[in-house]
């Protein structure tokens, strides 16, 4: 008797037109997965992979974020990765505090605004992929600056141990990762690995992600990083 063909895993990524969330839903395609792609607005590079775009979903609205959760009603996920993100520059002396305010509602408050929405889609034994960075680590600040990036990044890190904690009766696993200093349209193109390598990477983490490592702070490359 000839066996059953395995389903394929549906991973979701926020942020998904362009940079890091292009890359994962370039890469997870590749890998086999059923990929919805979630983002304000689509891009042609996005576009061109053949994979479910989500587009006009602004994950700073309590709305917006309700809707897609409306459209996915019935649709089970087996990793939900959260990547939508923004980066400002300011200083002490800036009093850039509506930058700063952009930055918690985008990099912080949103992560946790979709796992909410989301989190009855996630199968057991599904994972979670909260994509911050190691600017948010107290420990790791050595160079001051970037109020905004830092603050917002560090309230996403300790939203992901909360989430680890509180979706583990569930079955689910959340991973918190840096995914390095990555060329993107974010960074000016001046950081020192590529999209695609940092996306290769992240899926590594994410795969190799257990029950036990839940909650764990780590560099895409697997360093796990301090608090």
Not at 123 to 138: D, V
Not at 173 to 185: E, K, N
Not at 193 to 205: E, K, P, V
């Amino acid at each position: 008797m000839a066996k059953l063909a395995a389903m394929p895993r549906t991973a979701l990524v926020t942020g998904a037109n362009r940079g890091i969330g292009l890359a994962l839903c370039r890469r997870l395609k590749e890998k086999g997965r059923d990929v919805i792609a979630v983002c304000r607005k689509s891009s042609p590079e996005l576009d061109a992979l053949g994979v479910r775009v989500e587009s006009g979903v602004d994950v700073t609205s309590d709305e917006a974020v309700a809707a897609l959760a409306q459209r996915l009603s019935g649709v089970a996920l087996d990793e939900l990765i959260c990547n939508a993100g923004i980066l400002r520059d300011e200083g002490l002396d800036d009093r850039a505090y509506e930058d700063i305010r952009e930055q918690f509602e985008v990099n912080a408050l949103a992560p946790l605004r979709v796992v909410a929405a989301l989190r009855g889609n996630v199968r057991r034994g599904g994972k979670i992929a909260l994509i911050t960075s190691r600017m948010g680590s107290i420990a790791d600040n050595g160079s001051g600056g970037h109020y905004g990036y830092r603050m917002s990044k560090a309230a996403l890190n300790a939203a992901g141990m909360s989430m680890a904690r509180d979706l583990a009766p569930s079955g689910i696993a959340v991973a918190i990762l840096h995914p390095g200093y990555v060329r993107t349209d974010m960074t000016g193109k001046s950081g020192n690995i590529d999209a695609s390598d940092a996306a290769a990477q992240l899926i590594d983490r994410l795969d190799a992600l257990t029950p036990e490592t839940t909650g764990t702070f780590w560099h895409a490359n697997g360093q796990v990083l301090p608090w």
